[in-house]
């Protein structure tokens, strides 16, 4: 598959990332504090299976790694918040069809050696070394929904705290040193514009607390 087309895939991934962010934004900026709607878990799982589809097709485990890891937690927000059942029935058969198919895909028609995914070849044009710190920028990045779906289920709502938002900003911080070094202008369009949004967040967040 030709750059510019798999450029595209991972752009529309970003587009329903920065659309939850946004979203997200604006209503806590008119509520004056930090606000988790719905759309916001409905957009991220489309946005996964979109961004997990491009990770694969740029061979980089780093960025499939990091969707496979919070996908559920995604799944489970929907459900604290009681929008799950009551969602269309189009996308609860994405999301639990997209798993399924991928992996008879990856078991029967076209088998992923995910050893290659991880340590690259030299045709990749990545070193290990940078793999390894995109992974690293990843399991923070991802650790911010660990966090938070650890928080959701002890107070059993569903929030985006503002330690979320600062872990956010860390991960974001080590991806853009990574997209810069991998040349990947989709990580890096996406990573440094959402940092933007996640210091307004921890603004919000600071001066709901006062």
């Given at each position: 598959m030709k750059d510019w087309m798999i450029y595209s895939i991972g752009f529309t991934a970003q587009l329903f990332f920065a659309s939850r962010i946004i979203i997200q934004w604006f209503k806590s900026e008119k509520a004056e504090?930090?606000?988790t709607p719905v759309i916001f878990w409905k957009l991220s799982l489309i946005g996964a299976i979109v961004f997990f589809v491009?990770?694969?097709?740029?061979?980089d485990f780093s960025i499939m790694l990091g969707q496979a890891i919070i996908y559920v937690i995604y799944i489970r927000n929907l459900q604290l918040q009681k929008k799950w059942r009551a969602s269309?029935?189009?996308?609860?058969?994405?999301?639990?069809?997209?798993?399924?198919l991928f992996t008879a895909y990856a078991l029967i028609w076209s088998p992923v050696n995910f050893v290659l995914l991880f340590t690259?070849?030299?045709?990749?044009?990545?070193?290990t070394w940078l793999m390894s710190v995109g992974v690293i920028g990843q399991i923070v990045y991802t650790g911010r929904f660990i966090y938070q779906w650890v928080i959701a289920e002890n107070k059993q709502q569903s929030?985006?705290?503002i330690n979320f938002w600062v872990?956010?900003?860390?991960g974001s911080a080590i991806l853009i040193f990574y997209a810069i070094i991998r040349k990947d202008p989709v990580l890096f369009a996406s990573?440094?514009?959402?940092s933007v949004i996640y210091l307004r967040n921890i603004y919000i967040g600071r001066q709901a607390e006062k």
């Open positions: 504090k930090l606000k491009y990770g694969y097709l740029r061979r269309s029935i189009f996308l609860k058969a994405l999301v639990i069809g997209f798993p399924i690259q070849s030299e045709d990749a044009g990545i070193a929030d985006l705290p872990i956010s900003l860390v990573h440094a514009g959402g």
